[in-house]
């Protein structure tokens, strides 16, 4: 079964620090994404990754920091610089970034992360 | 700033249609219009989308109004599974980032 998993579902952090959430699609796309959801919000963008090595950063990359070293994989850490890391985190691909027509996002089943 | 403004808020009886309105005053000519919905606690999934023409799926309808300013998303009957957060948003071919909104909340009522 192709999709995109999320580890882990919770996770408990203690102020100050880092943490790294997981996000693995086997959908072979090229694009992934991280977003960020806060109580009811809408979806922001922190990251995304066009090609295998490379990303770029979205609206609120301040405090996170990703890493694409494999097509199929793409974490985000939380950095303690982060001054509000409390949220919902959703990563998500795309065949590719860019292009006419379909070009659906596919989305993981979130992490949800609370700093104690 | 918001390039798309739906209500906040929805109720549908079961087994009725839903129309979810959007506005997209300053869409440009090449953007498309996506909906997506999101159940609570879970990740937002594709319901439909459209550039110019009116598109129909197995989940939905999307109606595109002819200056393509505004788009209704047409649940043809409701369920209580359909009960979700409905986002419209807007992309850039040239690009693939998605903007949220705060989206819809539908109720469906039993």
């Known amino acids: 079964d192709g999709g995109i998993t999320q580890s882990p579902k919770y996770l408990f952090r203690k102020e100050g620090q880092n943490v790294t959430l997981s996000c693995e699609q086997n959908?072979?796309?090229?694009?992934m994404y991280w977003y960020r959801q806060d109580p009811g919000q809408g979806l922001r963008l922190i990251y995304y990754?066009?090609?295998?090595?490379?990303?770029q950063k979205g609206d609120i990359a301040e405090g996170y920091s990703v890493s694409r070293e494999k097509k199929e994989s793409f974490p985000l850490t939380v950095t303690s610089a982060q001054k509000n890391p409390t949220a919902f985190y959703l990563c998500?691909?795309?065949?590719?970034?860019?292009?006419?027509?379909?070009?659906?996002?596919?989305f993981g089943p979130g992490t949800r992360l609370t700093v104690l | 700033d918001a390039k798309t403004t739906q209500p906040n808020s929805m109720e549908s009886n079961e087994e009725e249609p839903v129309h979810l309105p959007c506005n997209h005053s300053?869409?440009?000519?090449?953007?498309?219009i996506h909906w997506y919905r999101q159940l609570p606690s879970q990740g937002p999934e594709y319901v439909i989308h459209?550039?110019?023409s009116n598109v129909n799926n197995r989940m939905a309808s999307l109606a595109i109004a002819e200056d393509r300013k505004s788009s209704t998303l047409i649940l043809h009957r409701a369920t209580l599974r359909d009960a979700a957060v409905y986002y419209c948003?807007?992309?850039?071919?040239?690009?693939?980032?998605?903007?949220f909104g705060t989206g819809t909340s539908l109720t469906v009522i039993p």
């Open positions: 959908l072979n796309h090229d694009a």
């Open positions: 998500a691909s795309s065949r590719r970034f860019g292009g006419n027509s379909y070009n659906e996002q596919f």
């Open positions: 300053t869409i440009s000519g090449t953007d498309y």
């Open positions: 990754s066009q090609i295998v090595n490379d990303f």
């Open positions: 948003i807007l992309r850039d071919p040239t690009g693939n980032q998605f903007y």
């Open positions: 459209g550039l110019t």
